[in-house]
């Protein structure tokens, strides 16, 4: 992948915008040295391309190396309240519990097999699949 490709990429997933409309409504590129300035004041190396091959690598896997993510905003419940779940494919068959505490104290629990999920991407950390499995809540939960 070359280095201009992968360096737009890592500020797609660092949430760093490349293009912009400017006041005439013209399209314009972020230039590269603005990003690669960005990109470090996040603290992310930008000295050599093996160092943003490895900083893109590690923000693309670190949601996959988290159970969940730490928040989830839910303005419009709809039909109900999905929760993704990256868990190790090997352990899919082993039994789960789940506890929601609302800020009003109500407690819902919950168990489930992630093998009996929806099963929505795997990907292979660290030579172990990790799988993305949906966990829908239950109706009470939502409401």
Same mark, same amino acid.
């Given at each position: 992948?070359?280095? =201009?490709?992968?360096?737009t990429k890592?500020?797609?997933l660092?949430?760093?915008?490349?293009?912009?409309?400017?006041f005439?409504? !013209?399209e314009r590129?972020?230039p590269e040295?603005?990003?690669?300035?960005?990109?470090?004041?996040?603290?992310?190396?930008?000295?050599?391309?093996?160092?943003l091959?490895?900083?893109f =690598?590690?923000?693309?896997? /670190?949601?996959?190396?988290?159970?969940?993510?730490p928040? =989830?905003?839910v303005?419009?419940?709809g039909?109900?309240?999905?929760v993704?779940? /990256?868990?190790?494919?090997? /352990?899919a068959?082993?039994?789960?519990r789940?506890?929601l505490t609302?800020e009003?104290?109500?407690?819902?629990?919950?168990e489930?097999?992630?093998?009996?999920?929806?099963?929505q991407?795997?990907?292979?950390i660290?030579?172990?699949?990790?799988?993305?499995?949906?966990?829908?809540?239950? /109706? !009470?939960v939502?409401?």
């Amino acid at each position: 992948m070359p280095d =201009q490709d992968l360096l737009t990429k890592l500020c797609r997933l660092c949430g760093i915008e490349t293009r912009y409309l400017d006041f005439w409504g !013209q399209e314009r590129r972020v230039p590269e040295a603005t990003q690669r300035a960005l990109l470090a004041a996040m603290g992310l190396p930008m000295q050599d391309p093996e160092a943003l091959r490895a900083a893109f =690598q590690a923000r693309e896997e /670190h949601p996959w190396r988290r159970l969940l993510a730490p928040v =989830q905003v839910v303005s419009d419940p709809g039909p109900g309240v999905s929760v993704s779940l /990256h868990l190790p494919k090997r /352990h899919a068959g082993a039994p789960c519990r789940w506890t929601l505490t609302e800020e009003g104290s109500s407690r819902f629990v919950g168990e489930f097999r992630p093998q009996d999920l929806p099963l929505q991407a795997e990907r292979e950390i660290d030579g172990d699949w990790v799988g993305r499995y949906v966990l829908r809540l239950p /109706h !009470q939960v939502i409401c």
